[in-house]
């Protein structure tokens, strides 16, 4: 720690000040929208909104859970989750997978499979994203799950995790599983499997927000409300000419879709750090 | 690398990365090959066919105003973005790195914005800036300052950038603190004892010996200005007004989607195409370089 060649005293209690200030200025925007949350429409469309909670939570909870805009939100969340998971789970599966051919096998193509896969890094889903809308059209997966989640769970960035992963396993390990008759079936459940558990945890996490933020393809792909993602379905509450959700119903939704993905960085903080920093490698 | 151990299987590996194979190629190459295909033809005013025009769609793009400007409106916005993010986020780390009390309690305050969606990092700001109801849009009219986003390009621009660098401040902040943590304290130490103030020892010793987290920062913030600020803009200000924050992965949208310009959009996807490789090649050269650090 730097904080020994500092003197104490003034020094200390600055640092903590302006460290004090800068989460006040980041967590500002999350402390109106829970005030607004609590009050009435009426307090918030006469500014200067109140800046304490108000006696309203349960109302407008309750009215974003069971009524909220074009669908409930609880329905919606309900659609978020199986997304999120869906995506998550899908790609580590499939990454895992072909990651462990891509290390432990020889065969023909097996370089060129790589590049392919690698590829897929380079094109967000944002950009090509008129074709993909036609071809899953195509496929007639518009407001299905599957339609929700197949097209994010091509994505190199798990693959190559992995293959980083396994090349750092030590061959004497392979070997001996070898010697010891165990088919590759066997050593990739006996041995990969629990050597990756951590890595499989920490991109859990990075992957579970990932899904669960989505926002483009859903509001492409979900034209019938009851699919409608929470992230997308807030958008649709937005007051456009004629006004129909009152504010603190749509911020008690921002409060709901925030809370999973928040819950899961806070709760798994250390798994979170761990995953970030190496799907950024 | 490679690795000395191998299984031999005739069809095991296939099936293996079957799945992925499937999935890239089906979402991934068709949508893609699509793009390009699409980027050579112009459907004709009755949407009944469509007519080859080569490049004319690219021709067409780039002597058209709008995309041109589209190209610096989204210059400005990850500029804007990727230096007020970066350098709020330094600032945070060096304080949080000074502090030896409490230190996990600041880190877990600060990182929790990163798993807000940006569509909903826009609901929040928009809610704040409602030109008539909105708490600081209110605060500015009390000083005399008169804010409406829906009328100002400026003010529009400044809302979307503030709100894609307040999402992006804790992702900043995490790399920023492992690097600084990283710095053997002796060298800072010695500097110390040298006499040099904090600042000068900040400016002479630690940026420079967090250049790779900085240099790696600015792809990464860069990489997200361009394409992850989608629901930001979308939620905000739907690119206007008068297109002063159409950047262009929301441009591609919009001629695509609402314009149903779908030559033009998959022009730009393929633009767009060109660009992310760029960047994806500057970023993994980098990060090659870095390994060996």
Redesign the interface.
């Known amino acids: 720690?730097?904080?020994?060649?500092?003197k104490r005293g003034y020094g200390?209690w600055l640092?903590?000040a302006?460290?004090i200030v800068?989460?006040a200025v980041?967590?500002f925007?999350?402390w109106?929208?829970f005030v607004?949350s609590t009050v009435t429409q009426e307090e918030?469309?006469?500014?200067?909104?109140p800046?304490l909670p108000g006696p309203h939570f349960f109302d407008n909870y309750l009215e974003a859970l069971l009524t909220g805009g074009v669908a409930p939100v609880w329905q919606m969340l309900l659609n978020s989750l199986v997304m999120a998971l869906g995506i998550t789970i899908g790609k580590i599966?499939?990454?895992l997978?072909?990651a462990?051919?891509?290390?432990?096998?020889?065969?023909r193509f097996?370089m060129l499979?790589f590049w392919?896969?690698f590829?897929?890094?380079?094109?967000?889903v944002?950009?090509?994203?008129?074709?993909?809308?036609?071809?899953?059209a195509s496929?007639g997966l518009l407001n299905s799950y599957t339609g929700l989640i197949?097209?994010l769970?091509?994505s190199a960035t798990a693959?190559f995790l992995f293959r980083q992963l396994f090349?750092t396993i030590p061959?004497e390990l392979?070997?001996a599983a070898?010697v010891d008759g165990a088919?590759?079936?066997r050593?990739f459940i006996d041995i990969l499997l629990p050597m990756s558990r951590t890595n499989i945890a920490a991109l859990f996490v990075i992957l579970f927000?990932y899904g669960?933020?989505q926002?483009?393809w859903p509001?492409?792909i979900t034209t019938d409300p009851s699919m409608n993602t929470v992230?997308?379905g807030?958008?649709q509450m937005?007051p456009t000419g004629d006004q129909t959700v009152e504010?603190p119903v749509?911020?008690a939704t921002?409060m709901l879709?925030?809370l999973p993905?928040?819950l899961?960085?806070?709760g798994m903080?250390k798994l979170?750090?761990k995953g970030?920093?190496e799907s950024?490698? | 690398m490679e690795k000395r151990v191998v299984f031999n299987n005739r069809w095991l590996p296939y099936l293996l990365v079957a799945p992925q194979l499937l999935v890239t190629f089906v979402f991934f190459f068709w949508p893609a090959g699509q793009a390009i295909y699409q980027s050579a033809f112009i459907p004709d005013p009755f949407g009944l066919k469509t007519q080859f025009v080569g490049l004319g769609n690219f021709e067409y793009l780039f002597g058209n105003r709008y995309y041109l400007e589209s190209f610096s409106t989204t210059a400005i916005f990850s500029v804007l973005v990727t230096v007020s993010s970066m350098s709020f986020a330094l600032w945070l780390a060096v304080l949080a790195d000074r502090v030896i009390k409490g230190s996990s309690a600041y880190r877990t305050l600060l990182i929790w914005p990163y798993a807000v969606a940006p569509a909903i990092a826009g609901v929040l700001w928009l809610f704040m800036f409602n030109p008539f109801t909105g708490i600081i849009a209110w605060m500015l009219f009390q000083v005399g300052y008169v804010w409406n986003h829906n009328l100002d390009g400026g003010q529009a621009m400044a809302l979307v950038v503030a709100a894609s660098a307040w999402k992006q401040i804790s992702y900043n902040f995490l790399f920023f603190l492992a690097g600084l943590q990283a710095i053997p304290k002796s060298v800072i130490e010695a500097a110390a004892i040298d006499g040099a103030s904090f600042w000068r020892r900040f400016w002479t010793i630690i940026f420079p010996l967090l250049s790779p987290t900085t240099f790696f920062l600015l792809v990464v913030n860069v990489i997200y200005a361009f394409f992850d600020t989608f629901g930001v803009i979308h939620t905000i200000t739907q690119g206007g007004p008068q297109q002063s924050t159409t950047i262009l992965v929301y441009k591609v949208f919009a001629d695509g989607f609402v314009g149903q310009d779908l030559g033009s959009s998959a022009a730009q996807s393929v633009v767009l195409l060109v660009l992310v490789g760029i960047l994806t090649v500057v970023q993994f050269r980098f990060i090659e370089r870095r390994v060996h650090y």
């Open positions: 720690m730097s904080g020994m060649v500092e200390t640092t903590h302006a460290l800068g989460i980041i967590c925007p999350i109106i929208a607004a918030l469309i006469r500014p200067p909104m800046l599966i499939i990454s997978l072909s462990y051919a891509i290390v432990y096998f020889k065969f097996r499979f392919l896969i590829m897929t890094l380079m094109l967000p944002e950009v090509r994203i008129v074709p993909t809308y036609e071809v899953v496929l197949l097209p769970i091509a693959t090349m061959d392979t070997e070898r088919g590759p079936v050593f927000i669960w933020n926002y483009l509001l492409l992230i997308m807030i958008k937005l504010w749509i911020m921002a879709a925030m993905p928040v899961v960085v806070v903080q979170f750090v970030l920093v950024e490698k």
